[in-house]
């Protein structure tokens, strides 16, 4: 499975890329010549005329991606536990990395503040934002912004390095 994936693995997702775009087209513009409309229609100004009509021949564009990315996502996760667990020894860097990131969003999250300013706590309770998700949002951006920095950091100290190399 794994060199048929390695050899063909490209092409199955293209397509099925051009697939899923294929069906979403169809859905579209059937929807669109079954609803009376055409491509050239502004939905946007029938929307707003008409508030109880609904596109829905959209969703099956929004539902096939969104499984895209899920089974993506579960692929990924299996493949990298399957290759950790065939190879720990050479994951070990992988691993170390992966807790340095988790104990560094952990330390983030633990200190974030609550204690917002009349701006963003007009935002919180306009989307009633908890205290755990204030949290865990500060925690996630400040862990992004880390990371971004320490990738700038090292990419500007490599290629100096490779200067003098």
């Known amino acids: 499975m794994y060199q048929l994936l390695s050899k063909k693995g490209q092409l199955f997702a293209i397509i099925l890329g051009v697939l ?22 502004d939905l946007n100004s029938i929307m707003k005329n008409n508030p109880d ?23 990924a996760v299996v493949f990298g ?32 503040s609550t204690d917002t300013n009349s701006v963003i706590s007009d935002v919180i309770s306009k989307f009633e934002i908890s205290d755990n998700i204030s949290k865990l949002i500060s925690g996630g951006i400040m862990t992004t912004l880390i990371l971004a920095g320490v990738s700038l950091a090292s990419m500007v100290l490599f290629e100096v390095y490779n200067l003098f190399k």
Do not use: C, E, N, R
């Open 20 to 41: 899923v775009v294929a069906i979403f087209l169809g859905s579209v513009l059937s929807g669109l010549s079954s609803g009376g409309y055409a491509i050239g229609d």
């Open 53 to 75: 009509q609904t596109f829905s021949f959209f969703d099956l564009g929004l539902k096939m991606t969104i499984a895209l990315i899920v089974i993506a996502l579960v692929v």
């Open 81 to 112: 536990l399957i290759q950790l667990i065939s190879a720990p020894k050479q994951s070990i860097k992988g691993i170390i990395g992966m807790a340095i990131i988790a104990i560094l969003f952990f330390a983030l999250y633990s200190s974030a």
